[in-house]
């Protein structure tokens, strides 16, 4: 990070990390804790809906500013990411860390898991080498209970010389408390003392050569023994910030007192590492020691339950099945459930659109504004929304829900082997299956891999698996097309061709994956250390709220911003004529020979470019431009659908042909948007457009070829 | 008595092993020391996915699951 331009050290970090939206007046409160520790639970319920969310300037790591008042105080409470450490190992960690020691939040809240303390200690410990500002949160305490677990809050308070609260956030018992303990410490009522983990003694004795010189460089800005530690164990991020200090005398000091310190050091070390597992080991033991002090375990076998249900679920010989099946069943009850919800969507845009109509009419606003606006604009971003949004509504809190249960996991080691020999992260398998929903939402879902590389890869590829946008498509031509002659098992021969579709599209994931692994973004996997979670209870009403604030809504309102200009070039084209001609058919003719080489006709390749807003409106616009009416539209029966097809001379190969590019093409803009966004990289936007759209033309070539060759 | 030594990789389901060290590197020995993976630590080796790999442990109190990659890097005492 570009730091040695800058003349003041401290302000230049200072400014690189400040959120931009924080409040001036209000107490900066800032919440860490190890992933599945309930933290976003505490956050929610600390803040309920007075939230928002942004990205860290330049960093793809989100992060959630909330407020609320207690007693007179106006609190911004800051989520940070879930990390396990403060050793900056990914960029969630960096982010967390550089929060922490920079922007100096008046207290932090230490969220750990009851029924897992000791893990989350080592964190706590952490946090406490930085700051003496902080509050320990020990949520889950009911789930602790539950499995006999006992926590001696007041012991453990008094160990770690911060105020402990237990907390069941979900059912807002304890928060009270929680906001008090903040408030004191922010407001300075509490002096907390907080426990520092004793190193051993070569260890002390240089973090006291080089505190003493450290300390004036610091002038109070850090705690100048977590920052001797981190010079001792040669961190990159502080010896730069030291490199940058402005005050030339302390730092001669400085380097000698580095010297000498390093001089110690190797009386015991041979090299840094060893150094490293040193202060590891020394944190991990004293948390060790403390949960020792103070936490119980009256039953020895508390996750007896969870150990039996992951004997099931992830059992060899039900493991994957149970996972096909459960995935198929919210399958099942988004495309059943989305039908009835589309129709009644549709039918009250269509009422509403009648309404607009007399409106412009009333009005006398003349024709062409009102078939650029209302047949235009209006009917794409309705179609686009009555498609859209029901799958979104059923899809995203039934995933939520797996989530809550912490079932998702399970889902990524059961497959991970797979991932790990196309070099990716297991947890791909989640991001695609949150692609089968929307893949922008799939997208963003993608900042669950730590390491860039294969959060990347997810990230490029996630468009090969079919969103519910393309399931109608693949729905009605294989019913049409692949199904239409055998009756009576037409549903079933169409859920068995669409199931051989998600099939297909997770091998070629799994390919192209591989492909990027050897070649533009060469590398082995990273460290995979995949945490199991106790399973939990979900909440409900927290589901539905959360999926549909976070998730439906967020994806919607882009889908909305691509549709609307979208539905106006579309209806312009169509009502442009030049020689008699709309441009739509100009275009079409020029794509036609393109189209032929792959199986499909011009019409249907620009439907797909045309569709690009989503991909919902690819099937409409191609029936569209046979019909040669003017505006979306969808024909009454699947029966007349297939007749306009044939007499436009489609073929089984060219629905296959459909299908196969509907899988395989550049993803709607939406997602495009949603990839810049998270990548902040036009090189990667431009690559996860070319890719699939490369692969989608191939293949279809491929087919065309093939079929012609064999004479089927 | 003298403990047999294996990595994580070779302990067998259901057997616990007190670990010895670790021999990876970097980052990800950092990583693993992050978890609570240090010297002396007692480990018990789950199950394996059904896809073969990753391999879940239980180790303070926490389930994790790692790839043979990072658990034969890993050296238990046997229990």
Known sequence: MGLTAQSTWLGALKNEIAFEKFGTDSIIVALVGNPNTGKSTVFNSLTGLKQHTGNWPGKTVTCAEGFYEHKGEEISLVDLPGTYSLLPNSVEEEVARDFICFAKPQCCVVVTDATCLERNLNLVLQVLEITDRAVVCVNLIDEAKRKKIHIDLKKLSHILGVPVVGTNAREQEGLDRLKDEINNISLGKIKASPLKVKYDETIERAIKVIEESLYPLLKGELDSRWAALRLIEEDKRIIDMVNNADNLLSKELLKAALKEAKGILETRYACTDEIRDAIATAIVLKAEEISRATVRFENTHYNELDRKIDDILTSKLFGIPIMLALLGFVFWLTISGANYLSEILAESFFYVEDFLTDLFLYFGVPEWIYGAVVLGVYRTVAWVVSVMLPPMAIFFPLFTLLEDLGYLPRVAFNLDNFFKKAHTHGKQALTMCMGFGCNAAGVVSCRIIDSPRERLIATITNNFVPCNGRFPTLIALSTLFIAGSFGAFQTVIATIAVMVAIVFAVLITLMVSKILSQTILKGLPSTFTLELPPYRKPQFGRILVRSLLDRTIFVLARAALVAAPAGLIIWLMTNTYIDNISILGWCAKFFEPFGRIMGLDGYILLAFFLGLPANEIVIPIIIMSYTASNSLMELETLASLRQLLLANGWTWVTAVCTMIFSLNHFPCGTTLLTIYKETQSIKWTVASFLIPTVTGILLCIVFRLLVSLLGI | ?79
């Open chain 2, 1 to 79: 008595m003298e403990r047999e030594v294996v990595s994580l990789y070779k302990l067998p389901i259901g057997k616990s092993g007190r670990v010895k060290m670790l021999t990876a590197n970097g980052n990800i020995r950092r990583r693993l020391m992050d978890l609570g993976l240090v010297e002396n630590t007692v480990v018990e080796a789950l199950r394996k996915s059904p896809s073969g790999d990753p391999t879940a442990y239980q180790f303070r109190g926490t389930v994790i699951a790692l790839r043979s990659e990072e658990a034969s890097n890993i050296f238990v005492h046997v229990c």
